[in-house]
Every structure is written in structure tokens, then in C-alpha cells.
């Protein structure tokens, strides 16, 4: 899931959460939006973690010769 579908996550759990005022017998709307809410937020956190992984840039080693070496 990329940062996007985390962000349409939390949109739509705002939404069912605090926007409706639906009542259903079998379901919890407003918990039903908690929760979408909370797995988007926990998404955008793994989500910037591992980008944060990703960008992390190692700087090429180089090989040392000396002088001696060189001439042998």
C-alpha cells in the first residue's frame, strides 16, 4: 500500500467516523472509520520508514594503493 491509498484510508474512516450519522443494526459505522483511520496512520509510518531505508546512500569505497605497490 503506497502513501496514497494510506491517505484515502484515513480520508474515508474521517469521514465514516465524524461526516455520518448512519445506524446499522450489525456494523459500527463510527468504529469501522476508527479503525480505517488507524491502519492509515500506521501505513503512513511504515511507509516512511521504509523509504527512509531506501534513500539511505552508501558512499562507494575505493581501493587504496600506495606508492610501493604500484611499481612492483
Known amino acids: 500500500m503506497g502513501l496514497g491509498g494510506c491517505i484515502l ?4 474512516g474521517a ?7 448512519w445506524k446499522m443494526d450489525s456494523v459500527n459505522v463510527d468504529m ?3 479503525i ?10 511504515v511507509y516512511a520508514s521504509v523509504m527512509r531505508r531506501r ?3 552508501v558512499p562507494p569505497t575505493t581501493t ?5 605497490e604500484r611499481h612492483l
Open 36 to 45: 480505517m483511520m488507524i491502519v492509515g496512520i500506521v501505513g503512513v509510518f
Open 9 to 12: 484510508l484515513i480520508g474515508a
Open 55 to 57: 534513500r539511505m546512500v
Open 32 to 34: 469501522v472509520g476508527w
Open 64 to 68: 587504496v594503493v600506495s606508492e610501493d
Open 15 to 21: 469521514i465514516l467516523a465524524f461526516a455520518t450519522d
